[in-house]
Every structure is written in C-alpha cells, then in structure tokens.
C-alpha cells in the first residue's frame, strides 16, 4: 500500500483523472508505470519513437495510424494526461454507472469510440471519409492480400453502401450510422488489469 500512495503522490491531479477517465487506482499506477516504461529517457513524455518499439504496433499495418492518434496536430510529444485519455477510448465501457445529465459522455462511451475510429480513416482531418482516405488505409491494412482491383471494388462499395448523402464521402453521421450494428465496445476494448 505504501508504494501504491507515493506513486498517486507523484501524478498531480490524479483524481480529476480518475473521475474524466473512469479508471481505477489501479488502472493509473499501472498505466503510470507503462508509461514510464517507453519513456526510456526519462523526458517525462513520448514521442513517436517511443511507441514504435511496441512489438504489436510496429508489425500493425495501421500502427502508425494509431501512434498519431496519441499527438494532436504539430505536437511530436506526448505527457501522460493525454496518455491516459487517449487509452481511455479502450477501457470497456461501464454500463451500471449511472449517467449524469449534466456530466459529459465519457470518455470510453459508443460515440467516443466512434469518434477515435473515424479519425483513424479521415486521414486529411476534414471531417470526412474520402475514397482516397479510404483507399490508403485499407491498403495499408491488406498490403498485398488483394489486388489493387479488389481494393478500388472495396471502397467504392463502402463509400456507396455508408455515403447517405451522395457526397461521395462518408461523414462521422454516416460512419456512425453504418456501424449501428456492430459491437464497438466489444471490438475496442482492452482489459487494462490481468
């Protein structure tokens, strides 16, 4: 218990944290101690290299798309308050907590979720889902499993069966109602304790 309170010590904040993220103090040591793990340097944040020595990102066909997801635009670091907002995207949602209506969705709510996926595949951040946003990230995720014929037939069908609009894109509204079907919290959810 005592190593358990200096580390909650040294993380200012810890329970605003806490409260945004809904992790638990367990959840914040372990993370805080993860993230001191890829801070090699001892920098007090991360950069893009950092995560590239993750085994699993480096061999994920989208892993950069995933590293860039840790940086908001023109920043190459990261502090550990975004850190563990960002993996709060990936902690299962918690469904017996009541809702507030004067809180905000949380972090790790379906729309949330959504929200971080979409920005994964709206590679020009304009809001929109482009044929060729579309085409360069299911390249880099089927690499050489289908032809370049295969892949063009792929998006045009996704473009055509989620663009309601005829806009030849697909917006977050389009991207969200597509997936209304799909399990988004079973599919982007990590158990962060084991």
Known sequence: MGSTNSTLIKIPNVEELMQETGFSTAHIIRLHDRFKELDKERRGYLCPRDFEAIKGLAINPIGDRIIGAFFSPGRE?????????????FRPAD???PKESSSPEPINSRTNKLKFVFQ????DKD?????I??????RGMLEMQVT???????VDRTIQEADLDGDDAISFEEFRKSLEKVNI???MSIRFLR
Request: hydrophobic fraction near 40%; charged fraction near 30%.
């Open 77 to 89: 670091t990261v502090d550990f308050y975004t850190f563990v907002r960002i993996l709060a995207h």
């Open 127 to 131: 809001g929109k889902i482009s044929r």
């Open 185 to 187: 919290d079973h599919k």
């Open 95 to 97: 469904n017996s907590r």
């Open 133 to 138: 946003d579309l085409l360069k990230v299911l």
């Open 120 to 123: 994964l595949y709206d590679l």
């Open 148 to 154: 370049e014929e295969q892949l063009d037939s792929i």
